[in-house]
């Protein structure tokens, strides 16, 4: 008996996968077939259309206009469908970005199920909250220092931030940023007094 169910269950889900047109992201097949139908899930889905950011000359105001409209164009048709089906009560959450041309929605299962199914559909991956380590009990102020520029850091013009700064007027104030890297300055004059969370591991892995 087990073993038939067993192969029923495999067999269920080559079939549910081989009709699907847009990649699932480890889990969420678990995701769908676990959850009752009566549950909604929230996963962020990503657009078949990309933006080709080659055909456009360096001007960041046109190609982020360029992205926009790209998002709004290949969202169009998708929008429509979710919006009534959001009047039915069967999706309580959509918000769209147009830097990745895609969007986050909160829906239940055979929503999901059928917008993997669209053909203008690239990805959908599960959306999932991510946990900040609990704070270190050596206090930041501990930190050695090595001495720091006056002048624009290179990794800041390499991404071009500075002409962000300048051409909009917009230093990113009131964001709040996640960051995993080998370290930083924490008393360096961008950081100090703005590091909400900090947690130090050493190269096993351990705090």
């Excluded at 676990?34 to 078949?48: A, L, P, R, Y």
């Excluded at 059928?114 to 990805?123: E, F, H, N, W, Y």
Aim: net charge positive.
């Amino acid at each position: 008996m087990d073993r038939k169910i067993t192969v029923a269950f495999i067999i269920f889900c080559l079939s549910f996968s081989s009709a699907h047109s847009a990649n699932m992201a480890p889990g969420l097949l678990e995701k769908l077939t676990n959850t009752s139908k009566d549950t909604q899930i929230s996963v962020i889905v990503f657009m078949k259309e990309s933006a080709d950011l080659s055909i456009l000359p360096y001007e960041l105001k046109n190609k982020v206009s360029y992205m926009e409209l790209l998002s709004e164009k290949s969202q169009r048709n998708i929008m429509k469908y979710l919006d009534i089906e959001q009047k039915r009560g069967k999706v309580s959450k959509i918000k769209s970005f147009w830097s990745i041309n895609g969007f986050v929605i909160t829906a239940y299962p055979e929503i999901i199920s059928k917008i993997l199914r669209r053909d203008d559909v690239s990805k959908i991956i599960l959306n999932k909250k991510i946990k900040l380590p609990e704070e270190p009990e050596t206090r930041i102020s501990k930190f050695t220092t090595t001495p720091y520029s006056v002048t624009i850091e290179t990794n800041i013009t390499q991404i071009r931030a500075e002409k962000v700064w300048f051409n909009y007027g917009n230093r990113g104030s009131g964001a709040v940023v996640g960051i995993a890297d080998t370290g930083c300055q924490p008393d360096h004059p961008d950081l100090s007094g703005k590091i909400l969370k900090m947690s130090a591991f050493d190269v096993h892995g351990m705090k």
